[in-house]
């Protein structure tokens, strides 16, 4: 079983229409770390989503071994805006709860340029190694791990292995229209629509996140 950790309702939809059925919504808020680097905050989410998604199991089963099998599968997005130097990047969450979607618009329609990319990382972990997850993310968590000062044994202290996939879309800000999506979708339009007018397919052709999944799906097929 493949969970999709979110809080996020139209993230699963998207992807529940990308991968089927095989994918389950496991509403864990994971710890958001402070970082400019999508895949650093999503590779850090991935792993605390796996140790809970594995401590929940073991717990239910009566003590009994966890399934190690199971898959978590972190998504972390962001809206960065060209001539904002790529605000709010990885700060567009906070961004929209603090100004809200319609004054980012304001703050864009200032600018000449309004051009801009959704960019999103999933990370992909399910307890077993395999190559390639970039080193700087590895180094992170081994350091995270050392900081906090506490005795653990070798298997412990080793990072869980994490891979991940990147999805980009470019487009520009508009005044917000279309009643579908959520986050930013309205005030993003890319050939002549905003996501917020597109269906969950259609989106899901062009977006970042169906982008990331697509690439994650090819390979999660031959895994
Ligand atoms: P997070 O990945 O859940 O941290 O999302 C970061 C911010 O980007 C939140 O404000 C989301 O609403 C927004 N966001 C993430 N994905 C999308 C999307 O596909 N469309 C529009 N907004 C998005």
New binding site residues.
């Given amino acids: 079983m493949l969970h999709y950790v979110?809080t996020?309702e139209g993230?699963v939809a998207e992807a529940a229409s990308y991968l089927g059925e095989s994918v389950g919504q496991v509403d864990f808020d994971y710890t958001?770390i402070q970082s400019d680097d999508l895949g650093r905050i999503a590779a850090h989410g991935a792993r605390e989503a796996y140790r809970h998604t594995v401590a929940s199991q073991t717990r239910r089963a009566d003590g009994s071994a966890a399934d190690v099998g199971d898959a978590v599968l972190v998504?972390?997005?962001?809206?960065f805006v060209d001539a904002l130097g790529g605000f709010p990047g990885p700060y567009?969450?906070y961004a929209?709860d603090t100004l809200g979607v319609e004054r980012v618009w304001r703050i864009a329609e200032k600018e000449e340029n309004r051009k801009a990319a959704?960019r999103?990382v999933l990370a992909y972990c399910d307890g077993e190694p395999f190559a390639a997850s970039p080193d700087p993310v590895d180094r992170d968590d081994r350091v995270a791990a050392a900081a906090t000062g506490a005795e653990r044994d070798a298997e412990e202290t080793e990072p869980l292995p994490v891979k991940l996939f990147e999805g980009v879309v470019r487009g520009r800000l508009v005044a917000p229209r279309g009643e579908g999506?959520?986050?930013?979708?309205p005030i993003?339009e890319h050939d002549g629509k905003t996501?917020a007018e597109m269906s969950t397919e259609e989106k899901n052709a062009i977006?970042?996140?169906g982008r990331a999944l697509a690439k994650f799906g090819e390979w999660f097929a031959e895994r």
Avoid: I, P, Q, V
């Fill in positions: 979110t996020n993230k958001e998504d972390d997005a962001g809206l567009s969450s929209e959704f999103c999506g959520f986050g930013y979708d993003f996501m977006s970042h996140r």
